[in-house]
């Protein structure tokens, strides 16, 4: 069956829906109120704090087609199956069905040609969890996929990979992942090593994954069953298209098809074409979600795709027009999906068009610091010119090859790997994702974020805007719209504000309401982003003292009085063009 991406998703939509599920919107890729993360990565994400809870406004039933960013297989993109962004179809249950209905639909969505994709079941292989001392082997989920027609002799038992946890501590439990043959001669019955070998050369590639959260880890380790079961489903759009548009890989596929004609203009090398339409595809994306490229976070994320999407370019650089070629190619096939791409779309170029400027001049003074260098390149040098400059080792290593000499890849790679010890310690809290950053002190913290939003709006102006947050045990720091330093004056009436509210003890309470009604009440939110029909909103303080009244998913603390200490600015400064950064204490 051949369907376009449109059609995929109403029809993966519509099926759950018809089973029950509430559709929910894409929320924006940057988390509103999840400080312990960059980038929305996966759909469960947004819903972590619903599952904590046991409940969502929604109901129980749950289903979304969302956007999402990941960069840890960054290296791998340009082969058949890897992109940074991606669209991540979902299902989920929040204490109300398990494996057998869960595994029943998936097969249901995958194989039948009447309410779902119409996938051969001879091509399809299924993996489960092969169990350890911890948690079982899960037999179960054996039975049901033999109930639902699959042979067992297609079922492989596998490790860690087929299961899920959200770090050292939190829900996890055991996955099955479903697996598709991309052949066009047909792989047949496999034994496990023949299968483990067609998943390494993506002869078989995964198109689904089942998580079924039922234990509690605490310290690494399992502890105990979870009082309530819950089901997180996904399936990559991209790699689903792949599969039902009868394409070898995804950038193949309608979403990327004029995408790629533009990158093909570019560069002469299929995979440098493959990691210039990814990289665009997400810049736009990040951008149109308010991302904007600077040397911190998101927006070094952000940089690093649009330097590296340049470098791969013949010419290593953008002009004004092949931005918006690519640009355009990216909101004309998302118009539908994404409309906001399309009204975007000329401040999205523009941004594209200024990093592309200088990262023009980074490239010169790049080249200029590498005819210094005498002798062949060391490890030292490569890596400054890859941390400095910007240049990637394996544009050093081309540049090296052009001068007759020599690069000390091994010392780089030693350098890269010190690098990434140190940044990895130093920000082990910014990727814990969206289950992180439930302690004691981190809890008051975000609530403290509240005050400072509605503090600064009163002292700045109702121009202001959350643009970010991230919390530890130690301190906050929120990112917020503004265009000028803060003076001495504006700073310690943001303090005397948020200090005289603690000291009121307010209350701080919940409630689950309409999107409308939250406007009406004046509750901050980006209402650019698309809600649900019922968001839960935090109210600081009740009568005539509100202080603070946010769309937000928690966790807050009681009262105002619980944020013990005095609330102090320690650094204002700024955190890219338009955005200010404030990290401050309870001290």
């Known amino acids: 069956m051949t ?94 069905y398990f494996k057998e209905d869960a595994i029943a639909w998936s097969y249901e969505l995958l194989t039948n040609a009447d309410e779902g994709f119409g996938l051969d079941p001879k091509r399809l292989y299924v993996t489960v969890y092969e169990g350890d001392d911890e948690s079982p082997r899960d037999t179960e989920s054996v039975e049901f996929w033999k109930k639902a027609g699959v042979p067992e002799d297609r079922i492989y038992f596998l490790g860690e990979s087929n299961f899920w946890s959200a770090g050292e501590n939190g829900p996890c439990g055991p996955s099955t992942e479903m697996f598709y043959d991309l052949t066009q001669e047909g792989l047949g019955d496999l034994t496990p090593e023949e299968f483990k070998k067609a998943d390494n050369d993506q002869q078989v590639v995964e198109i689904w994954n089942d998580v079924f959260m039922e234990y509690r880890k605490e310290n690494g380790r399992v502890v105990e069953k979870l009082p309530q079961k819950n089901v997180d489903t996904g399936s990559g759009l991209e790699r689903l298209m792949a599969v039902l548009q009868n394409k070898e890989s995804i950038f193949e596929t309608d979403v990327f098809r004029d995408l790629m004609q533009a990158a093909g203009d570019l560069s002469q090398d299929p995979r440098a074409q493959r990691i210039i339409a990814d990289h665009i595809r997400s810049a736009t994306f990040l951008i149109g979600d308010g991302v904007l490229p600077s040397n911190t976070d998101a927006g070094y994320i952000l940089r690093r795709l649009l330097r590296r999407a340049i470098v791969k370019t013949t010419a290593k650089n953008l002009s004004a027009e092949e931005v918006s070629d690519l640009v355009g190619a990216v909101t004309k096939v998302y118009k539908s999906s994404y409309p906001e791409l399309t009204e975007k779309q000329g401040n999205i170029e523009q941004v594209i068009k200024d990093e592309a400027a200088k990262f023009e001049k980074t490239l010169q003074q790049g080249l200029k610091k590498l005819e210094k260098i005498e002798g062949d390149i060391s490890g030292q040098d490569a890596f400054l010119l890859f941390a400095t400059y910007g240049f990637p080792i394996e544009m050093t290593a081309e540049l090296a090859q052009e001068r007759g000499i020599s690069i000390d890849r091994e010392g780089f790679e030693k350098e890269l790997l010190e690098h990434q010890e140190k940044s990895r310690t130093a920000s082990a809290g910014k990727f814990r994702g969206g289950l992180g950053g439930g302690g004691e002190m981190e809890v008051k913290y975000h609530t403290a974020t509240h005050l400072l939003n509605a503090a600064l709006q009163r002292v700045l102006g109702e121009h202001v805007q959350q643009k970010g947050s991230n919390i530890t045990e130690e301190r906050l720091r929120f990112d917020f719209s503004h265009s000028e330093k803060l003076t001495d004056e504006q700073k310690q009436h943001v303090e005397k504000l948020i200090n005289t509210w603690i000291q009121e003890d307010l209350p701080v309470t919940c409630k689950e309401t309409t999107v409308e009604e939250a406007k009406a009440e004046g509750a901050q939110g980006v209402f650019e982003s698309k809600y649900g029909d019922k968001v839960t909103v935090y109210s600081v303080g009740d009568g005539e003292t509100v202080a603070s009244k946010e769309i937000c998913g928690g966790p807050h603390v009681n009262r105002t009085g619980e944020l013990t200490g005095t609330f102090r600015i320690k650094k204002e400064e700024s955190a890219s063009a338009g955005v200010r950064r404030i990290k401050a204490v309870l001290e």
């Open 3 to 96: 369907l376009t991406s449109e059609e995929i998703r109403k029809r993966f939509l519509h099926f759950f829906e018809k089973r029950g599920h509430a559709i929910l919107p894409s929320v924006s890729l940057v988390p509103e109120n999840d400080p312990s993360a960059l980038f929305t990565t996966a759909g469960v994400q947004p819903l972590v704090p619903y599952i904590l809870q046991g409940s969502h406004p929604q109901g129980r039933r749950l289903a979304s087609v969302q956007k999402c960013v990941r960069t840890t297989d960054i290296d791998e993109v340009g082969d058949k199956t890897h992109a940074t962004f991606f669209e991540m179809l979902g299902n989920w249950s929040i204490g109300d």
